[in-house]
């Protein structure tokens, strides 16, 4: 199964930027789609955006039109673009994939944190 590494994340003041990279352990210029997640403390892990194969995306209206996802197929690496960050996104991020249309999420990575605060 391919495995991921997550980097990127740290403390960052409301209204500023990050950018979050998820490392893949094998190609991901196949994969049926790419996949971020961000748990908060006492919350459940929720989707964040999702890039297909063919490069197509979609974002969860907390994060719209703040956050990009993008990949490169090169360096298999997907990443995360952060910007007007707010206090609520403070939480987990996560990367996974789901290699085909009928298949599983493979094992979660570690995770890399993000906190928004003054």
């Known amino acids: 199964q391919v495995q991921f590494v997550e980097s990127g994340g740290g403390l960052v003041q409301p209204g500023g930027s990050l950018r979050l990279s998820c490392t893949a352990s094998?190609?991901?210029?196949?994969?049926?789609?790419m996949y971020w997640y961000r748990q908060a403390t006492g919350k459940q892990r929720e989707l964040v955006a999702l890039?297909?194969?063919?490069?197509?995306?979609s974002y969860a209206d907390s994060v719209k039109d703040r956050f990009t996802i993008s990949k490169d197929n090169a360096k298999n690496v997907v990443y995360l673009q952060m910007s007007s960050l707010k206090r609520e996104d403070t939480a987990v991020y996560y990367c996974?994939?789901?290699?085909?249309?009928?298949?599983?999420?493979?094992?979660w990575g570690q995770g890399t944190q993000v906190t928004v605060s003054p």
């Open positions: 890039i297909s194969k063919t490069g197509a995306t």
């Open positions: 996974n994939a789901l290699k085909n249309v009928d298949s599983s999420f493979g094992p």
């Open positions: 094998e190609s991901i210029a196949t994969i049926f789609g």
